[in-house]
């Protein structure tokens, strides 16, 4: 990772919070699945410990050593890399998901790609992000502004055009909002 590591610093902190949209992220991804499940930016497992019990083998991966330290479970595979660039072969998972992190990438277009790539036809992409349409989510997104978090959020619309393939659906809850992709072929 180039520049400053924000999330280093903040991974305590993360690795103590619990992961609240449980409910509604297994009913995206479709969960309980047999097989692998890539949580791509999952950080310090927070996500990945909460869906543990619903897929055979869970990997998260992160371009934050930090994070990824932060894990507080040895059944999850941990793997440094950049999600513009996974280090993982086609069509390798069941289920790809993404908590909170796309608004934090350096380049969406290769991000989404990456993620349609390994997943496997028949399986199913969900990212999860604040909605940017909702006012207190524009007062985060300008808090990271200030904090030079280079955080570049995109309305539901343009997370789905991120997907020239696949069955598209979004969802947006009080702020909050569920792309999930279908991988036909
Ligand atoms: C707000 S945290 C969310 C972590 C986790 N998904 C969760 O909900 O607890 C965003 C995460 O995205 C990671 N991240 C940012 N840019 C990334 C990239 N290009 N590739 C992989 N991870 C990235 C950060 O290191 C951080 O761990």
Redesign the pocket.
């Known amino acids: 990772m180039t520049g400053f590591?924000h999330?280093s610093a903040i991974a305590p902190i993360?690795a103590r919070?619990a992961?609240s949209k449980k409910d509604a992220m297994r009913e995206a991804a479709s969960l309980p699945v047999q097989g692998r499940l890539l949580?791509?930016?999952?950080?310090?497992g927070?996500?990945a410990s909460a869906l543990r019990e619903y897929v055979d083998e869970i990997v998260v991966?992160?371009?934050?050593f930090g994070?990824l330290a932060h894990s507080p479970r040895a059944d999850l595979a941990a793997v440094c890399?950049?999600?513009?660039s996974l280090p993982f072969a086609d069509d390798f998972f069941e289920r790809v998901i993404?908590?909170?992190?796309l608004h934090?990438?350096?380049d969406h277009t290769h991000?989404a790609r990456e993620m349609f790539r390994v997943l496997k036809p028949g399986g199913v992409l969900v990212i999860e992000e604040p909605d940017i349409r909702a006012f207190g989510v524009k007062l985060i997104a300008l808090a990271e502004k200030l904090l030079l978090m280079r955080s570049h959020f995109l309305a539901p619309d343009g997370i789905m055009k991120l997907f020239d393939r696949g069955e598209k659906e979004a969802r947006s809850v009080d702020g909050t909002v569920w792309v999930i992709v279908k991988k036909l072929f």
Do not use: I
């Open positions: 590591d999330f993360y919070a992961y949580d791509v930016g999952g950080g310090t927070r996500v991966a992160d371009v934050s994070m890399g950049a999600s513009e993404m908590v909170d992190a934090h990438v350096v991000t």
